[in-house]
């Protein structure tokens, strides 16, 4: 389960994260390049709040193996 108490510092800000955990698969990069950034060590993070590409974040949050993405990290 993703914990918004570890969000990569990258994120940017809003309901929408990437925690710590990240094992930099590339899954949800690969799905949305645009949400989705990876920092130095290829982790990812939310690049950019997109509310109008929900469905497409979601799909990237259910898809992540070790379940790092998050929606409520306000
Ligand atoms: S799908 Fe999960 S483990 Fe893979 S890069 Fe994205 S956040 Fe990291």
């Not at 108490?5 to 809003?14: E, I, V, Y």
């Not at 949305?32 to 920092?39: A, Q, V, Y």
């Amino acid at each position: 389960m993703p914990d918004p108490r570890s969000r990569n510092p990258n994120n940017a800000p809003g309901p929408w994260y990437v925690d710590t955990t990240c094992v930099a698969c590339d899954t949800c990069t690969d799905i949305s390049p645009e949400i989705f950034g990876r920092d130095d060590a290829r982790r990812a993070f939310v690049r950019e709040q997109r509310p109008a590409e929900a469905e497409l974040f979601l799909f990237a949050l259910e898809s992540c193996p070790v379940e790092a993405v998050g929606d409520n990290g306000d």
